[in-house]
């Protein structure tokens, strides 16, 4: 599957529902690697005395641009992926400022896909970072329930 930048873009942006209740916007997207916007809004602040983008949204962000950099490597309309673990090191408020979370393929196996993820705010500054391990169903896969081959 060579799916084109806009494909993944249209998927992100207006197919999935909670992607847009968020305000994310998927900006650039390549072989292994996403960029998403986060849009500051008042209904994304977690601490209302300094205006910081909740600690959710950005995790549930990392989540999102973890497996559309994932997605970039499946082969087949028919491939899924889902999340299988994920971590997030909060390092600093957002404070009242967008933010852009990119992710990156750090390995894509025939059943795994490992992503390393990092949010931050325009000038740069660290917020968060993470990794993220997904499950790849590639098209073609034959999965049994026995001993050998546990489903």
């Not at 942006?13 to 992607?19: L, T, V, W």
């Not at 967008?98 to 992503?115: A, K, M, Q």
């Amino acid at each position: 599957m060579k799916a084109s930048k806009d494909f993944f873009i249209r998927i992100f942006n207006e197919m999935i529902p909670f992607h847009q209740t968020l305000g994310l916007m998927l900006e650039d997207v390549d072989a292994g690697h996403a960029k998403v916007k986060i849009p500051f809004m008042p209904g994304l602040v977690g601490d209302p005395r300094i205006q910081a983008i909740h600690g959710g949204v950005i995790a549930s962000t990392m989540d999102a641009a973890g497996g559309i950099a994932g997605s970039t490597t499946l082969t087949s309309m028919e491939d899924k992926i889902s999340t299988i673990d994920f971590r997030v090191d909060f390092l600093r408020s957002a404070r009242a400022c967008d933010l852009w979370v990119e992710g990156t393929v750090t390995r894509s196996g025939n059943r795994i896909i490992s992503t390393y993820m990092k949010a931050y705010k325009q000038d740069g500054t660290l917020v968060a970072e993470g990794r993220g391990v997904y499950n790849v169903s590639r098209k073609g896969d034959k999965k049994t329930d026995t001993p050998e081959n546990p489903v």
